[in-house]
Structure formats: structure tokens, C-alpha cells
């Protein structure tokens, strides 16, 4: 017992490390040119809170694994040996929330505070910014935790008579219970005046996880209904539309002559809206051009990818033209292996958890088999379903962030992302992250039972005060599955279509 549990902490501290990397990695090949070798401290706070999000993630998995210590024990003190799993939980979740709600709106704000201004009074203004989003955050936080900081379980009162230890057993199915012709258990037929609400005052470190987990089931709803069904059918759809043939070189020369003048334009709108900006005169109307030049800027970019695609050049343009074709023939493949895992996340939230009861446990039941396999097999494809609720739900981002006037544009690009795209990302995939937990918690409730996330996630937060009847009726899953539809109807309609050009700057046909 105690091998087991030292090879779960050595293969924690393991992934620990190999996330960390990890994330380094990403960021040293996404950041922007403009910011290497400077902007440490958001540099610091990506890197720590991807860290963050990617290990609460796999803490459910390492949840399942550190229950099954105990699943053998010969001894009461055996469970004793094992992580402390509810604290670590309480203390990601509490992390979690002081990132997304003080330290990265720090980071932003003093990120994107004017260059010409003095270190310290960009400290100053972002301080400002925090300072008064804390006051307002603690406010809130403590009226409702003293209102409405309580639980409610519901528990009803169960008797049965009593008799004699017998001498011999003559329990069946027909006399289940003790008693002279005793058919039914007296247990069994409380009547529902025996139910009594049950209430308590839930710790103040819950109550905080449970209202980030409200926030972050709204964003949750929405970008993971529709991420789960265009993270696989865009990738599917972008083979469709792959260029088919390289383009002459006069046509290259011709689509390279419109996008420069697009160029042109863009950095003409930039100006124009930078000498406003130091005027002072900072309006809706100013704010609305500004989203209208990043909109355009992400088109042009685009097109000149499809350009470059189309037309490769220099000395081994032949083989730069094969590796384009392979990069889309991998993308069918990982959007078929997709779609695969979207259909069976979408199905097994019908069939569990909106079906009252539940027609079958499905994929609880496929990782207890495979569990049975191989220890670690049936955590791995746990670990696996959950990542990838993740990956729906930062491609469903992307996507409506694209589409929607009142979302910031903040795409991750290799090797062309400024910081503050990359904090407000980190930020959105932190807050979403503590509700895949829970969606996860809930979905596997039966192959998770007995876990410390199943405690905090199954019980606290579905019976908490003002809260529970959101978990009681399925408003969650239920909105999952309506946009995850809608997705699907959309790209089945318009997915296999090429994007139509924009005014003068696309790329002509």
C-alpha cells in the first residue's frame, strides 16, 4: 500500500515538471518577436497559470488514482497514506480564482498601459484597476456568503424493526427484511413526511470555488456546446477546402499586389487610430474602429497564409507543397478521431445524465473495464475525455471570438502572440477549467465516486443555497447539447463553403 501511493506522488511530481516545460515551450514559440526578452512577469503568469489549469485537469484522473489506494486496505488507518486530495483541490481552485480575478487583470492592465508612461505609474494605474475589482469582489463575496452561504441536504428518516440474532438465515427475495411475513422494510416505505431539509454553513474556501464554478459554467455552456462540434468538424472542413493545385506565378503576383494595398490601408487605419488614442479621444466610436482593423488585420493574415500555401517558393517548393498536403491529410484524421470523441461525450451526456435514470453508465462502464486491463488504462482515457472537454471549449472560444462584436479578438498565433492575447486566453481557459471539473465530476460520477472532487463538485455545490436548482433542472448540460446542435446544423450548411471575400482586401477568386 505504501509503494503504491509513493509511485503516485513520484508520478505527480513527474507530470508536475513536464507540464511546466511544457508550457515554456509553448510560450517561447508563440510569443510575439516584439516581446522576447522583456514582459517577464505576464511571461511568469502565463506559464504558472496554464500550469495551473492543465494540472486541475489531470487532478481528476489523480483523484481516481489516489482512491483506488484504498480500494484493497486491511486496516481503518490505510486511506491515511494517501495525498490529501480535497485540500489540493481547495487550494488549485483558490489559486485559480486570485489569477483570474487579480493577478492577470494586473498583468493586462499593466501590459497594455501606455509605453510612455514610467514604470511606476503603469504599476500604479493597474494597482488601481485590482484594488477596486478586489474591494467590489470581497463585498460580494462576504454579503453572500452571509446570506446565502448554505447548504441544504435533503434526508429523510429511516426505522426498521428489530429481532433476535438468529440462529439460522432465511432472508430472501420474498422476505427481505426481519419480521414474521415482513415483505417490504419499514425503511423502505417511509412516507415522504419523514424527509426534513438538512442545513448547514458550507466553509468560506467552498463557497468561493462554488460561485467561480457558476461563472465559469455560463462561458462553459457556450464555448463547450459549440467547441465540441467545430473543433473536429473545422478541422474536417478545412481539408474540404484545401487549395487543390498550385496557382502561376502571375496570379501570385496579382493576389500579393491586392493584399499589399490591404496592407497599406491597415496601417493608414492603425495611424489614424493611434494619434486619436493620444488625444484622448477614446469613444464607442473609436473602440468600434479599433475592432474593425483587428478583424480585418486577422482576415489579412489570413490570406496571405492561403497565398503562401498556394504558391510556395524557393528551393524545395515542391517539398514544402507535399508537407502542406500531408498537414491537411492530418488534420482529416485527427477531425474524424474527433468528431468520434464529440459523438460519444454528446451521447453520454443524453443517455446519463439528462435521462432520469440513467439508461447506462457507457463510458464509466469503459473505463472500469479498461481499468481492469491495465491499472492505469481506464485513468489514462478518463484523463484523455476530460483534456479534450477542455481543447472543445478553448475552440469554441476561438471561433465565437471571431464572430461576436462584443468579444475581444485575442487568437493565438505561432509565433505572433503578444502577451496580453496570450493573459486573456490563460485567463478564459482558468476559469473554464474549475467548470470541466465539475461537468467531468458529474458526467463520471460513477466511475469518480468516493473522490475528494466528487465531495466538493457532486454534493457541496448541487445541494448550495440559490445555486442547486441550476444542477436540479440540467441548465448546463441542457445548453451544451442545444449549441453543440446548432454547431453541427451550421457546418453541415455552411462549413464546406470558402469564406467569401470582404470588400476589396480578400483574396480574389
Same mark, same amino acid.
Given at each position: 500500500?505504501?509503494?503504491?501511493?509513493?509511485?503516485?506522488?513520484?508520478?505527480?511530481?513527474?507530470?508536475? /515538471?513536464? +507540464?511546466?516545460?511544457? !508550457?515554456?515551450? @509553448? @510560450?517561447?514559440?508563440?510569443?510575439?518577436?516584439?516581446?522576447?526578452?522583456?514582459?517577464?512577469?505576464?511571461?511568469?503568469?502565463?506559464?504558472? %497559470?496554464?500550469?495551473?489549469?492543465?494540472?486541475?485537469?489531470?487532478?481528476?484522473?489523480?483523484?481516481?488514482?489516489?482512491?483506488?489506494?484504498?480500494?484493497?486496505?486491511?486496516?481503518?488507518?490505510?486511506?491515511?497514506?494517501?495525498?490529501?486530495?480535497?485540500?489540493?483541490?481547495?487550494?488549485?481552485?483558490?489559486?485559480?480564482?486570485?489569477?483570474?480575478?487579480?493577478?492577470?487583470?494586473?498583468?493586462?492592465?499593466?501590459?497594455?498601459?501606455?509605453?510612455?508612461?514610467? /514604470?511606476?505609474?503603469?504599476?500604479?494605474?493597474?494597482?488601481?484597476? +485590482?484594488?477596486?475589482?478586489?474591494?467590489?469582489?470581497?463585498?460580494?463575496?462576504?454579503?453572500?456568503? %452571509?446570506?446565502?452561504?448554505?447548504?441544504?441536504?435533503?434526508?429523510?428518516?429511516?426505522?426498521?424493526?428489530?429481532?433476535?440474532?438468529?440462529?439460522?438465515?432465511?432472508?430472501?427475495?420474498?422476505?427481505?427484511?426481519?419480521?414474521?411475513?415482513?415483505?417490504?422494510?419499514?425503511?423502505?416505505?417511509? !412516507?415522504?413526511?419523514?424527509?426534513?431539509?438538512?442545513?448547514?454553513?458550507?466553509?468560506?474556501?467552498?463557497?468561493?470555488?462554488?460561485?467561480?464554478?457558476?461563472?465559469?459554467?455560463?462561458?462553459?455552456?457556450?464555448?463547450?456546446?459549440?467547441?465540441?462540434?467545430?473543433?473536429?468538424? *473545422? &478541422?474536417?472542413?478545412?481539408?474540404?477546402?484545401?487549395?487543390?493545385?498550385?496557382?502561376?506565378?502571375?496570379?501570385?503576383?496579382?493576389?500579393?499586389?491586392? &493584399?499589399?494595398?490591404?496592407?497599406?490601408?491597415?496601417?493608414?487605419?492603425?495611424?489614424?487610430?493611434?494619434?486619436?488614442?493620444?488625444?484622448?479621444?477614446? *469613444?464607442?466610436?473609436?473602440?468600434?474602429?479599433?475592432?474593425?482593423?483587428?478583424?480585418?488585420?486577422?482576415?489579412?493574415?489570413?490570406?496571405?497564409?492561403?497565398?503562401?500555401?498556394?504558391?510556395?517558393? *524557393?528551393?524545395?517548393?515542391?517539398?514544402?507543397?507535399?508537407?502542406?498536403?500531408?498537414?491537411?491529410?492530418?488534420?482529416?484524421?485527427? *477531425?474524424?478521431?474527433?468528431?468520434?470523441?464529440?459523438?460519444?461525450?454528446?451521447?453520454?451526456?443524453?443517455?446519463?445524465? &439528462?435521462?432520469?435514470?440513467?439508461?447506462?453508465?457507457?463510458?464509466?462502464?469503459? #473505463?472500469?473495464?479498461?481499468?481492469? /486491463?491495465? %491499472?492505469?488504462?481506464?485513468?489514462?482515457?478518463?484523463?484523455?475525455?476530460?483534456?479534450?472537454?477542455? &481543447?472543445?471549449? /478553448?475552440?469554441?472560444?476561438?471561433? @465565437?471570438?471571431?464572430?461576436?462584436?462584443?468579444?475581444?479578438?485575442?487568437?493565438?498565433?505561432? %509565433?505572433?502572440?503578444?502577451?496580453?492575447?496570450?493573459?486573456?486566453?490563460?485567463?478564459?481557459?482558468?476559469?473554464?477549467?474549475?467548470?470541466?471539473?465539475?461537468?467531468?465530476?458529474?458526467?463520471?460520477?460513477?466511475?469518480?465516486?468516493?473522490?475528494?472532487?466528487?465531495?466538493? #463538485?457532486?454534493?457541496?455545490?448541487?445541494?448550495?443555497?440559490?445555486?442547486?436548482?441550476?444542477?436540479?433542472?440540467?441548465?448546463?448540460?441542457?445548453?451544451?447539447? +442545444?449549441?453543440?446542435?446548432?454547431?453541427?446544423?451550421?457546418?453541415?450548411?455552411?462549413?464546406?463553403?470558402?469564406?467569401?471575400?470582404?470588400?476589396?482586401?480578400?483574396?480574389?477568386?
Amino acid at each position: 500500500m505504501g509503494d503504491f501511493n509513493l509511485a503516485l506522488i513520484i508520478v505527480a511530481i513527474v507530470v508536475c /515538471v513536464i +507540464v511546466f516545460i511544457f !508550457n515554456v515551450y @509553448l @510560450l517561447v514559440n508563440y510569443q510575439h518577436p516584439d516581446d522576447k526578452n522583456q514582459a517577464y512577469f505576464p511571461k511568469f503568469v502565463v506559464v504558472f %497559470g496554464l500550469s495551473v489549469a492543465v494540472i486541475s485537469i489531470l487532478m481528476l484522473p489523480a483523484d481516481v488514482a489516489n482512491r483506488q489506494a484504498c480500494r484493497h486496505a486491511i486496516y481503518n488507518g490505510a486511506c491515511s497514506l494517501t495525498l490529501p486530495m480535497k485540500d489540493l483541490w481547495i487550494a488549485v481552485y483558490i489559486i485559480d480564482a486570485v489569477l483570474v480575478f487579480f493577478i492577470i487583470p494586473f498583468a493586462m492592465f499593466y501590459y497594455e498601459g501606455d509605453q510612455d508612461k514610467t /514604470v511606476g505609474k503603469r504599476i500604479k494605474s493597474a494597482l488601481m484597476w +485590482v484594488i477596486t475589482t478586489a474591494i467590489v469582489c470581497a463585498l460580494l463575496l462576504g454579503i453572500l456568503y %452571509g446570506l446565502v452561504g448554505k447548504v441544504d441536504f435533503t434526508v429523510r428518516h429511516l426505522s426498521s424493526t428489530t429481532t433476535n440474532f438468529p440462529t439460522s438465515w432465511s432472508f430472501s427475495t420474498s422476505q427481505p427484511c426481519v419480521g414474521n411475513n415482513a415483505r417490504q422494510c419499514s425503511a423502505y416505505l417511509a !412516507n415522504a413526511a419523514s424527509e426534513k431539509t438538512w442545513t448547514m454553513q458550507t466553509t468560506f474556501p467552498e463557497y468561493v470555488v462554488a460561485l467561480a464554478t457558476i461563472a465559469g459554467s455560463v462561458l462553459f455552456s457556450i464555448f463547450g456546446g459549440v467547441g465540441i462540434a467545430c473543433l473536429p468538424l *473545422g &478541422l474536417i472542413f478545412s481539408f474540404i477546402r484545401r487549395p487543390k493545385a498550385v496557382i502561376t506565378r502571375s496570379q501570385y503576383i496579382k493576389e500579393a499586389t491586392e &493584399l499589399g494595398k490591404k496592407a497599406r490601408d491597415l496601417k493608414k487605419a492603425a495611424d489614424s487610430l493611434h494619434q486619436e488614442e493620444r488625444g484622448g479621444a477614446k *469613444g464607442r466610436k473609436w473602440r468600434k474602429n479599433v475592432k474593425a482593423v483587428e478583424k480585418e488585420l486577422h482576415q489579412l493574415e489570413e490570406d496571405v497564409k492561403l497565398l503562401e500555401e498556394m504558391y510556395p517558393q *524557393g528551393e524545395k517548393a515542391e517539398t514544402t507543397w507535399a508537407l502542406t498536403i500531408l498537414g491537411y491529410l492530418a488534420k482529416l484524421v485527427l *477531425g474524424v478521431l474527433g468528431l468520434i470523441v464529440s459523438v460519444a461525450w454528446i451521447v453520454h451526456i443524453i443517455i446519463y445524465l &439528462l435521462i432520469d435514470p440513467p439508461l447506462s453508465p457507457l463510458l464509466n462502464e469503459v #473505463f472500469i473495464k479498461l481499468d481492469d /486491463v491495465w %491499472g492505469l488504462l481506464g485513468t489514462a482515457a478518463f484523463a484523455f475525455f476530460c483534456f479534450y472537454l477542455l &481543447l472543445a471549449v /478553448v475552440a469554441g472560444a476561438m471561433m @465565437l471570438g471571431l464572430r461576436l462584436v462584443f468579444i475581444t479578438i485575442h487568437p493565438m498565433k505561432w %509565433g505572433a502572440t503578444l502577451m496580453n492575447s496570450f493573459l486573456f486566453n490563460v485567463g478564459l481557459i482558468l476559469l473554464c477549467s474549475i467548470s470541466v471539473i465539475q461537468f467531468c465530476a458529474t458526467a463520471f460520477g460513477y466511475y469518480a465516486q468516493a473522490t475528494a472532487a466528487q465531495e466538493i #463538485f457532486g454534493h457541496t455545490l448541487q445541494s448550495l443555497r440559490g445555486i442547486k436548482y441550476l444542477y436540479k433542472y440540467n441548465v448546463f448540460q441542457i445548453a451544451f447539447i +442545444v449549441l453543440a446542435g446548432l454547431t453541427f446544423v451550421y457546418y453541415a450548411a455552411f462549413g464546406w463553403k470558402r469564406k467569401k471575400p470582404s470588400g476589396r482586401f480578400q483574396l480574389s477568386s
